[in-house]
Antibody, heavy 117, light 111 residues
């Protein structure tokens, strides 16, 4: 069964940086559409970014220019580099695979990012 | 800033049928993009329960069904069970935003 496991969350001050990781098992991130989705406390789901197998990347307007999505094929891992963090970035960040037909079909358990002084 | 609108809460007694609506626009659901539905138990990751508007992934009970018409979609749960208590989100794509969009979410309670 395909699985994703995120790590790297924590407490960071406004303006700071953090890097999230997501490692896949029984799932090849190089050949997959990989996404980050976040959920602020008590709020709904918000799509953040997608990385295509061909390397194309799209970002939500709310994080464009501050977040960077990358991939390490040798480690079967994707990363979300988050800079210039703001209070509104506080959320649980989920890594998820999407397919053209089914949407977001495999999700990690999430990692919590708290931006606060 | 969700572009898909859902009712905040829906409730029903065990065994009843409930429906959750998902209203979009001509740039997302109305543009022909498929609708997916996710179930999220508080404290857990979302789980895909419906894709391609009305298809259930393996393991999802046939009590769940989906439909789409025009700029809206809906999820129905028949024979409501206590284990169905969760938050439900619809999701589609958007021509203008050019990426995935989620609904506002609906909390389902079993009375």
């Amino acid at each position: 069964e395909a699985q994703l496991v995120e790590s790297g969350g924590g407490l960071v001050q406004p303006g700071g940086s953090l890097r999230l990781s997501c490692v896949g098992s029984d799932l090849n991130v190089r050949d997959s559409f990989m996404n980050w989705v976040r959920q602020a406390p008590g709020k709904g789901l918000e799509w953040v970014s997608i990385l295509y197998p061909d390397g194309t990347i799209h970002y939500a307007d709310s994080v464009k220019g501050r977040f960077s999505f990358s991939r390490d094929n040798s480690k079967n891992t994707v990363f979300l580099e988050m800079n210039s963090l703001r209070g509104e970035d506080t959320a649980v960040y989920f890594c998820a695979r999407s397919t053209i037909a089914e949407g977001l079909d495999v999700w990690g358990q999430g990692t919590t990012v708290t931006v606060s002084s | 800033q969700s572009v898909l609108t859902q009712p905040p809460a829906v409730s029903g007694a065990p065994g009843q049928r409930i429906t959750i609506s998902c209203t979009g626009s001509s740039s997302n659901i109305g543009a022909g993009y498929d609708v997916r539905w996710y179930q999220q138990v508080p404290g857990s990751a979302p789980k895909l329960i419906m894709y391609d508007n009305n298809k259930r992934p393996s393991g999802v009970p046939d009590r769940f069904s989906g439909s789409k018409s025009g700029t809206s979609a809906s999820l129905a749960i028949t024979g409501l069970q206590a284990e169905d208590e969760a938050d439900y989100y619809c999701q589609s794509s958007d021509t203008i935003l050019r990426h995935f969009v989620f609904g506002t979410g609906t909390k389902v309670s079993v009375l």
